[in-house]
């Protein structure tokens, strides 16, 4: 059981092949016997997922069971989740639990979907190889010694290793795309705006969005369907339709354009790679699309733009947690300034730290126009980019990453080295656009992702695309050897 995907559990479930009790005990159990190799959930909610998968049980005897009655997945520990532990991978929050759900989660839970727990994470969504979770570092299923990438980290390992069929995640930089592709899964981060953030604990809060982190792209689609639309508690929210994200996924893709920026097949990835992202341009080839070559010529600026951007917003959006209100509170504070400061040196860890003083330093009077202007306008320069190539194609193609899962410590003392994982996934949040990763390929053994990226709420030609890869090859359904 634990093999299937969303849609084969939901096909199941109608059909009787088996209830949700007997599923969420199974999967229940996976997690309890394997997860103490892999570190992917922070919090298990047995007790909570049973009551719920009863529920959705009993509710098909009714004859009242919908699509996603009684599906278990597990949740991104970003999201808050009423009465459960709600950590984003920090001391800072490790004893804060939620008083309400976030949109995302009330949308599954309306939705009769059954949530396993909490999964790890970077913190606060800070990083590209869960690291720098205070809850201790996820392994890669493929090799354990590897990290799963980050900072979904958590979804993407769980998701890989069969304990869930799909798992919530959010994408500030590249944080669904990257550890899809390092733990050769699927993952689609939507157009900002395309799904609420309210109750999704801010780290970048221009460049945030949930996503999702699945085995197919079908079933991307299904959970883009519960995530996606308008939510009044978000003004970043946008009122836009809600297509039939599965209803597409079987159109042809004859005609269609892809480009394939010449800025992100450049000499210095490395051969293998190149040739994985090739041949997956090649399939599309086969099937009628056409490739043409396109530039995104600011496309190296988008890291130094993101951080300068992404700290500055996250020093703001970090402020809150001062030790006084919710969180972390030092030992014996001697006077008010000595809770903040021990509250917050203690709470935070050092990646989250470098950002704080990053953000607040190129925000700081004086060197905000010289910093954090500057980026701003050099994001518009990326945003232009796309908007001109966009023009000229329907999608646009490339690598997630440069390189497969790295050795765990293999980039912790060099913040830049691991800055640079998200070099091809950074332009994408800064443009708003909506991309995903899809398995494409195997280099040394590990997986390797394709990237697609579309045009603003275009997610439903995205998913057909990555849909149809996945009918024409067996990438996605490669898994790793003791699974
Ligand atoms: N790796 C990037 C960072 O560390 C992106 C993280 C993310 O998308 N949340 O900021």
């Known amino acids: 059981m634990h093999n299937k995907t969303i849609a084969e559990i939901s096909r199941d479930l ?39 998968a009863r529920a959705a049980d009993e509710r098909r005897a009714a004859g009242n069971a919908e699509a996603w009655t009684g599906i278990p997945i597990a949740h ?62 996820v392994a890669n299923p493929w090799d354990k010694e590897r990290v799963p990438g980050g900072s979904s980290g958590g979804s993407a390992a769980a998701v890989a290793a069969r304990l869930v069929p799909g798992a919530t995640a959010t994408d500030t930089g590249g944080s669904i795309r990257q550890p899809a592709a390092l733990c050769g899964v699927t993952g689609l981060k939507p157009t900002y705006g395309r799904i609420s953030r309210w109750g999704m604990i801010a780290y970048a809060s221009s460049l945030d969005q949930a996503g999702t982190i699945t085995r197919s792209a079908e079933d991307a689609a299904l959970m883009l369907q519960i995530m996606a639309g308008f939510d009044a508690r978000d003004s970043t929210c946008m009122n836009q339709a809600v297509p039939d994200y599965s209803a597409s996924l079987n159109n042809s893709i004859e005609g269609m354009t892809i480009g394939l920026p010449a800025e992100y097949f450049r000499d210095d990835l490395s ?10 341009i090649a399939e599309y080839e086969k099937m009628g699309a056409k490739v043409k070559e396109i530039s995104l010529p600011n496309a190296h600026l988008a890291i130094p733009a993101y951080y300068i951007i992404a700290p500055a917003e996250c020093s703001a959006n970090l402020s809150r947690m001062d ?11 001697q006077d008010i300034e000595d809770l903040y400061k021990r509250s917050r040196g203690e709470g935070f860890g050092g990646e989250v730290k470098r950002r704080i003083m990053v953000g607040a330093y190129a925000l700081s009077a004086g060197f ?55 070099i091809f996934t950074i332009a994408l949040n800064l443009a708003g656009l909506p991309g995903m990763s899809v398995p494409c390929g195997q280099v040394n053994g590990l997986p390797v992702g394709l990237q697609l990226i579309g045009n603003y709420f275009d997610e439903a030609r995205l998913l057909n695309a990555a849909h149809q890869f996945q009918q024409a090859t067996d990438w996605h359904l490669q898994k790793p050897a003791d699974i």
Request: with cysteine; charged share 25%; glycine share 6%.
């Open 14 to 52: 109608a059909a009787g092949e088996y209830s949700s009790v007997e599923i969420t005990t199974e999967l229940l159990s996976r997690v309890q016997q394997l997860d103490s190799e892999y570190n992917s959930f922070i919090t298990v909610t047995a007790e909570q997922a049973l009551a719920q």
């Open 76 to 137: 991104k520990d970003i999201f808050c989740t009423n009465g459960v532990l709600t950590t984003c991978g920090s001391k800072m929050l490790s004893n804060f639990t939620a008083p309400y759900d976030a949109t995302v989660i009330d949308k599954f839970n309306a939705a009769g979907a059954v949530s396993l727990g909490k999964l790890n994470m970077d913190e606060f969504a800070m990083g590209s190889s869960n690291e720098s979770s205070f809850f201790g570092p």
């Open 271 to 280: 051969a293998d790679m190149q040739q994985a992202v090739r041949n997956a």
């Open 323 to 333: 030790g006084v209100r919710f969180g972390y509170r030092c030992e014996d504070p």
């Open 368 to 422: 905000y126009d010289a910093y954090y202007k500057k980026a701003q306008q050099v994001r518009r320069l990326i945003k232009n980019d796309f908007a001109a190539a966009l023009q000229e194609v329907d999608l646009i193609a490339g690598p997630v990453t440069p390189t497969p899962a790295f050795r765990r410590g293999e980039k912790t003392s060099d913040p830049v080295e691991m800055y640079l994982e998200d």
